[in-house]
């Protein structure tokens, strides 16, 4: 995959991707960006969620090692509370990362604040969360093969939908005006069947935002 700067993206994972119209030479394979969001405040933790331990690494830690293996042209993470220690425990390389002043209003602030640090090269760009870590490369993968002309596509598990999602560049301007936590899981429900689905095997990998949500997790953590 190729790198920011590198001037255009390569062959890859992603070869199913609709190719972009270029008007100086060959169509090409759209340029994909992952974004993690790690914002969050973990005021129900009383801790940051980020820096918990998790397998060999932290919880955020580890979400950005399976970023990476996703093979993006570009990974950008955001952090908002609790950054200075986010940053003093957790391995940031290979990734922008984009302070979240607005954290506290939700998801979507981290969205917006994102969105003005994307490569200007960006068709694709991909959400994760900062907390889930049971996402992988081959749900990434398999939704990116799967985009086809859709606008944006959401993973399909057993019991429902869940991230991670795909958007194209078109929604960027709609991305950057929402508003509050849950912004984006409404945006998905107004464009109804322009959504695609894309089946992925398993239940939706859960999240962690307390205590109780932790030791599930690593209860867990040897069969994820």
Sequence with gaps: MSLPGSGKASSGPYDGLPEQARADGPPTRA??????????GSKRLGRPKQTLPYRDSTLLGHVLGCAGACGFDQLVVTLGGNSGEVRSQVDLTGATVVHNDAYGEGCSSSIAAALPALDPRCGVLVLMLGDQPGVGPT??????????????????YSDG???????????FPELAELHG?????????????????VQVPGR???DVDTWEDYEALMETASGV
Excluded: I, N
Excluded at 31 to 40: D, K, N, Y
Excluded at 139 to 156: E, F, K, S, W, Y
Excluded at 181 to 197: N, Y
């Design 31 to 40: 340029f994909v960006s992952g974004l993690v969001l790690a914002a969050g």
């Design 181 to 197: 936590d849950k912004a984006v899981w409404k945006m998905l429900e107004q464009r109804g069947d322009e959504v695609a689905e």
């Design 161 to 171: 939908r869940g991230h991670p999602f795909a958007f194209r560049r078109e929604l």
């Design 204 to 206: 939706v990998p859960p």
């Design 139 to 156: 749900a990434v993968r398999t939704l990116l093969a799967r985009l086809g002309d859709a606008p944006m596509a959401v993973a399909r």
